[in-house]
């Protein structure tokens, strides 16, 4: 199983992207879909999560600003982020945590936030 992450880029403050997470297939016991971050110099933080019952936990930090959402028929993860910070300049990782396969880890898309 593979998780492909795509959508990150370059955005003035203030602006908008939406990261997507696809799986190659089929994903059967999935306990909790989520989106982490890491900082050149920091560690690896929970952004976003949300487990399979619909209840999402968000970071303070992006709290009101980023939305999580899933597309199970499309085997998609989102993450809509607005009013975007330099602050939220980082690696941004999907991320699928299930019962039989454990944790699933995409490749990292990459979000700059600067004038």
């Known amino acids: 199983v593979q998780l492909q992450a795509s959508g990150g880029g370059l955005v003035q403050p203030g602006g908008s992207l939406r990261l997507s997470c696809a799986a190659s297939?089929?994903?059967?016991?999935?306990?909790?879909v989520g989106w982490y971050r890491q900082a050149p110099g920091k560690s690896r933080e929970l952004v976003a999560r949300?487990?399979?019952?619909?209840?999402?936990i968000y970071a303070d930090s992006v709290k009101g600003r980023f939305t999580i959402s899933r597309d199970n028929a499309k085997k998609m993860t989102f993450l809509q982020m607005n009013d975007l910070k330099p602050e939220d300049t980082a690696v941004y990782y999907c991320?699928?945590?299930?019962?039989?396969?454990?944790?699933?880890w995409g490749q990292g898309t990459q979000v700059t936030v600067s004038s």
């Open positions: 297939t089929n994903i059967f016991g999935i306990v909790a």
């Open positions: 949300m487990a399979d019952d619909g209840i999402t």
């Open positions: 991320q699928i945590s299930t019962s039989l396969l454990g944790q699933l």
